[in-house]
T-cell receptor, first 109, second 120 residues
Framework: KQEVTQIPAALSVPEGENLVLNCSFTDSAIYNLQWFRQDPGKGLTSLLLIQSSQREQTSGRLNASLDKSSGRSTLYIAASQPGDSATYLCAASLPLYIFGTGTRLKVLA | DAGITQSPRHKVTETGTPVTLRCHQTENHRYMYWYRQDPGHGLRLIHYSYGVKDTDKGEVSDGYSVSRSKTEDFLLTLESATSSQTSVYFC???????????????????FGPGTRLTVL
């Protein structure tokens, strides 16, 4: 059974810091890996989707990488801002998505 | 933003009563999903649909049924609500599922705003 883990569960950093969020999955036969952002009391917003044949995807200050063989994905956030404070979730597709429990990020001004 | 609405947005009901949640999309996407989100469990799939009248079970389907009579609407029914079904329910849509390397990023899932359900 596919399991998706995100460590750490919570992270607090000063504004301007570059940071990395981690996602690991147990079954490497994934179709895609998707990163989401969730603000308190809101739905999920898709940030990036990496297809199984890709190594990384970039959108603005966000860069997501995928290493299927090691069962890992990372989300890199450059020059973090207080507006980046949210919970970040990853989901691995088999093809149904299995979600991690998220990393709650707080960026301090 | 993808055109996905959920109704109601909040509901309080009593144990044993039936409850129906509605998801409506304006994107004409083939796939629709119902998830529940609980502290410590993340999002878990309840049911999904791959077309009109075509549905299948997810990880936590016991106590739930679904129907999809039109492309744009996907209904989730709790036949007899229990306190364990208190949760936040999210609907999601996607153009495809498992397209992976065979196509563009059409597997991207877009989520609705959620319904907070409390069963007393």
């Amino acid at each position: 059974k596919q399991e998706v883990t995100q460590i750490p569960a919570a992270l607090s950093v000063p504004e301007g810091e570059n940071l990395v969020l981690n996602c690991s999955f147990t079954d490497s036969a994934i179709y895609n890996l998707q990163w989401f952002r969730q603000d308190p009391g809101k739905g999920l917003t898709s940030l990036l989707l990496i297809q199984s044949s890709q190594r990384e995807q970039t959108s603005g200050r966000l860069n997501a990488s995928l290493d299927k063989s090691s069962g890992r994905s990372t989300l890199y956030i450059a020059a973090s801002q207080p507006g980046d404070s949210a919970t970040y979730l990853c989901a691995a597709s088999l093809p149904l998505y299995i979600f991690g429990t998220g990393t709650r990020l707080k960026v301090l001004a | 933003d993808a055109g996905i609405t959920q109704s109601p947005r909040h509901k309080v009901t009593e144990t044993g009563t039936p409850v129906t949640l509605r998801c409506h999309q304006t994107e004409n996407h083939r796939y629709m999903y119902w998830y529940r989100q609980d502290p410590g469990h993340g999002l878990r799939l309840i049911h999904y649909s791959y077309g009109v009248k075509d549905t299948d079970k997810g990880e936590v389907s016991d106590g739930y049924s679904v129907s999809r009579s039109k492309t744009e609407d996907f209904l989730l029914t709790l036949e007899s609500a229990t306190s364990s079904q208190t949760s936040v329910y999210f609907c999601a849509i996607s153009e495809s599922m498992g397209a992976g390397t065979r196509g563009p990023s059409t597997d991207t899932q877009y989520f609705g705003p959620g319904t907070r359900l409390t069963v007393l």
